[in-house]
């Protein structure tokens, strides 16, 4: 079955400096791997996919994610942190089912991102 | 263009009672899903829908109804409430389910928090 794991339940950064936001995976088959944003009282927002091809991936508001296939890991960076960077990180994972259940996401618990000035 | 408006945003109810939140779309998106979102506990999946007369269950749906009479609307029925599910639910959509044409990529609704006494 289909998982994700965010080993931390928050990362605390200052502004300016580098952010990582982490995620594990473990899957059969191919990993088709994503990251969501939830800010405060607010639905999630899509980031950015892996599906195939560059390891590197870019997205939305400066992050870009790093897929690595030995670590079975998809980290979420951004070179330099905004305190409006604050919010809810989620790393989540397409269901490895047929059909219809290949719409659903599996998402990781969350973690929480705190960028102080 | 409105997305995915969820209704309501607040409600409390008393536990046996029954009630629908509201889920609509304007994208004329195929897939259509429910979560719930619970502290520590990442979302989990409800029910999912890929279609007008199409639903399927996912990880959590007990104690829960869906139907999907138009492509627009997904409502979501709580037949007998109950304190655990007092939660936080989100309605999300997207294209479909194949990759090529955005699947994954989910329009989050605002949310609907519920409380259950």
């Known amino acids: 079955a289909q998982s994700v794991a965010q080993p931390e339940d928050q990362v605390n950064v200052a502004e300016g400096n580098p952010l990582t936001v982490k995620c594990t995976y473990s899957?059969?088959?191919?990993?088709?791997l994503f990251w969501y944003v939830q800010y405060p009282n607010r639905g999630l927002q899509f980031l950015l996919k892996y599906i195939t091809g560059d390891n590197l991936v870019k997205g939305s508001y400066g992050f870009e994610a790093e897929f690595n296939k030995s670590q079975t890991s998809f980290h979420l960076k951004k070179p330099s942190a905004l305190v409006s960077d604050s919010a809810l990180y989620f790393c989540a994972v397409r269901d490895g089912g047929y059909g219809g259940s290949q719409g659903n996401l599996i998402f990781g618990k969350g973690t929480k991102l705190s960028v102080k000035p | 263009n409105a997305g995915v408006t969820q209704t309501p945003k607040f409600q409390v109810l008393k536990t046996g009672q029954s009630m629908t939140l509201q889920c609509a779309q304007d994208?004329?998106?195929?897939?259509m899903s429910w979560y719930r979102q619970d502290p520590g506990m990442g979302l989990r999946l409800i029910h999912y829908s890929v279609g007008a007369g199409i639903t399927d269950q996912g990880e959590v749906p007990n104690g829960y109804n869906v139907s999907r009479s138009t492509t627009e609307d997904f409502p979501l029925r709580l037949l007998s409430a109950a304190p655990s599910q007092t939660s936080v639910y989100f309605c999300a959509s997207s294209p479909g389910t194949s990759l090529l044409l955005g699947a994954n990529v989910l329009t989050f609704g605002a949310g609907s928090r519920l409380t259950v006494l």
């Open positions: 899957v059969s088959g191919n990993p088709y």
């Open positions: 994208m004329n998106h195929e897939y």
